[in-house]
């Protein structure tokens, strides 16, 4: 059963959006619609929902930040029960492509993230173990191919106390499902052998196992201490998950490489057919140099490619994906549906526009095409009760809900939206600067938003000619530096942020009062209702809240965000006054947590005496940088990254 932890009850209009949840789903409705504003607690809404429902839960994001953030806020609300996250396992990633036009072949290069590939592996794990209290946070790709489940649920070895089985079998299993013997220290997915007693270390996580044998019989189980051997606790019973997602039976395997054997003559006979003799050459020697390594080593770069003949599909058929792990009564939440839904619609036509060319040109088989993304209209067709979550949800997700559309208008701060004015383009850069210091005095944050990177570039070297502390952010800018820009604007070190598009979908910025649309009469995707209402959700967390729209007329986009923001408005002053709330400046959360513990510099760290000392914490700096960032614990990372820098300029002194 879930069980949820908060030290807040639902308020405002929280309680009334779950019952209708709730209510839509009993009454056999497919989808839903949570329409929440910016600062409403929708999260929280989604955690009660969850822990009525009380079924398996999938919680799709557009991006890996978003499902960090996610991830930390649902940990945090169900502390016992399983919270899973899932995202590609790639900091950096280059597909395998061909460019005809100039004859150009690009290697697939990637660098995979080891922590990450772990959390995935426990994902499926926890899935496949028959628990219904699981909460996966993903982004979408989850609905890239993956191995098929039931061959890792095959390669799945469960011992058991009593259990009669020869230990030499048990070693064959532990290397059929990838794991690799040692007789050095554990690491995960290895195992080591001393007589009769074999230690697993799993292949996610840090727990390792024990298996004491008498003759043929499993005498006894524990879960031991990897590093000094200690027995932890004792066990009755124990899965063994494999080291890899894409694991199959040895039987699949030979008719898998019978198969492409017979695939590759076929291709080469249409490529002959055709006066192709180069393309012929090509796909002969790539197919028969995968297939000695797959013979020899078990895998092969690019092994996906061939994934339709492990996972005994028919040409065509879609690939095995994490919804394939789900029971067929799982819940589908997608957070911030107005950008994932399109993601996730659009994810199949890139993929398969790359893969043509390998094919046509000889790169790779046919069957590479069934490596693929799903198509949307198979997404749909896997999910059953869907909630979609957005303060502006889009045309698709309305008519999916047919009409179910849950308002969640009320904040539990009293807040309401800001007003919004629209002031004219003449004169408007002095305008704004007379807006941006009456708030500097009272240490209020101002937001800027322009339509080009360019224009957000320029305004800012402007305003630091006028004295004005400001700094801009938009897609160029590191990551690691756009976190590190966003905390200095909350810890007071400037006091305007400009940008093109900033990240309007979960930027948690209390301290900012101030909005201002620059040419907000152009209509386009920057400037749609939409965007106009997400924008003005940046200070929708002050008590002083404005939104500034500086335009030459008054559009009808312009118009409807008015009204819109109005109808809110109404109904969030009259709550107020009804139930006798005064709005309290709200406050950013502090419960979230970051995907793995990492330990942010100490201020009284030690002062190093040498320059041998100086290097050896560089090192460390740099290390504890790396692992922040490949936990995602951006604020941890660049606080490492400064120390770094400082490090080394101490070593130049």
Do not use: W
Not at 142 to 161: K, M, Q, R, S, W
Not at 222 to 235: C, F, N, P
Not at 520 to 535: F, K, P, S, Y
Not at 565 to 573: A, C, M, P, V, Y
């Amino acid at each position: 059963m879930f069980k949820l932890e908060s030290q807040y009850s639902p308020t405002g209009d929280q309680p009334q959006a779950i019952a209708q949840i709730l209510k839509s789903f009993e009454s056999g409705e497919q989808c839903c619609t949570l329409q929440g504003v910016t600062g409403s607690g929708k999260t929280f809404t989604m955690a009660n929902v969850i822990k009525e429902l009380n079924c398996p839960t999938l919680v799709l994001s557009h991006n890996k930040t978003l499902a960090a953030q996610l991830y930390g806020e649902f940990k945090n609300f169900f502390p016992n029960n399983a919270v899973e996250y899932f995202v590609s396992y790639y900091d950096y990633y280059q597909p395998e492509a061909y460019l005809p036009s100039t004859d150009t072949y690009i290697e697939k290069d990637l660098s995979i993230n080891d922590e990450i590939e772990k959390m995935r592996l426990s994902t499926t794990a926890t899935l496949l173990s028959g628990r219904r209290d699981v909460i996966v946070v993903s982004s979408v790709s989850c609905l890239y191919g993956i191995g098929n489940p039931a061959d890792f649920h095959a390669n799945t070895l469960t011992l058991e106390v009593g259990q009669i089985i020869n230990h030499k079998q048990i070693l064959y299993r532990l290397v059929e499902a990838l794991y690799t013997r040692t007789e050095l220290d554990l690491t995960p997915a290895t195992f080591r052998v001393k007589g009769e007693t074999i230690d697993i270390m799993s292949a996610f996580g840090e727990k390792c196992y024990r298996i004491l044998f008498f003759d043929d019989e499993i005498e006894a189980i524990y879960r031991i201490d990897s590093l000094s051997g200690h027995k932890l606790e004792a066990l009755e019973r124990v899965s063994i998950f494999p080291a890899n997602l894409f694991v199959t039976t040895k039987e699949r395997i030979a008719q898998a490489v019978s198969q492409i054997y017979i695939d590759m003559g076929k291709q080469v006979a249409f490529f002959e057919k055709e006066g192709r003799a180069t393309e012929a050459r090509r796909i002969q020697q790539r197919v028969e140099y995968d297939l000695e390594m797959i013979k020899e080593l078990g895998y092969c770069p690019g092994i996906e490619n061939y994934s339709r003949y492990f996972d005994g599909r028919s040409p065509g058929t879609r690939p095995f994906c994490l919804l394939d792990y789900f029971p067929d009564d799982f819940l589908l939440v997608v957070d911030e549906s107005h950008t994932t839904i399109p993601q996730v619609r659009a994810m199949f036509g890139g993929d398969k526009a790359r893969k043509e060319n390998l094919v046509e040109y000889g790169f790779r088989l046919p069957a590479a095409r069934d490596n693929r993304p799903l198509r949307f209209e198979e997404f749909e067709a896997l999910t059953d009760r869907t909630l979609y979550v957005s303060a502006t949800p889009a045309d698709y997700e309305i008519i999916r809900s047919q009409g179910a559309i849950i308002e969640q208008i009320i904040r539990p701060t009293g807040l309401i939206d800001p007003p919004m004015e629209v002031r004219s383009s003449e004169g408007q850069i002095d305008d704004l600067i007379e807006q941006i210091e009456a708030r500097a005095e009272r240490n209020e944050k101002i937001i800027v938003t322009t339509l080009t990177k360019r224009s957000a570039e320029e305004l800012s070297t402007y305003f630091e000619r006028m004295g004005i502390r400001c700094r801009y952010i938009h897609s160029d800018v590191d990551t690691l530096e756009r976190v590190q820009i966003l905390e200095d604007l909350r810890a007071g070190m400037f006091d305007v942020l400009i940008g093109v598009n900033l990240l309007r979908e979960g930027l948690d910025l209390p301290e900012v009062s101030l909005v201002a649309i620059i040419d907000a009469d152009m209509e386009g995707m920057l400037r749609n209702v939409r965007a106009i209402t997400q924008i003005a959700g940046r200070a929708a967390r002050h008590a002083n809240g404005l939104v500034i729209m500086y335009a030459g007329k008054v559009t009808k986009t312009m118009r409807e965000s008015i009204e819109q923001s109005n109808r809110r408005r109404e109904k969030q002053i009259r709550y107020n006054m009804e139930h006798h709330i005064m709005p309290r400046q709200a406050h950013k959360s502090s419960g979230t947590q970051p995907l793995l513990t990492t330990q942010t510099p100490a201020e009284n760290s030690p002062k190093p005496t040498s320059a041998e000392d100086i290097d050896t914490l560089i090192a460390k700096a740099q290390a504890d940088m790396e692992r922040a960032a490949k936990s995602l614990d951006f604020l941890a990372a660049a606080r490492f990254r400064d120390q770094m820098y400082e490090l080394m300029k101490l070593k130049e002194k």
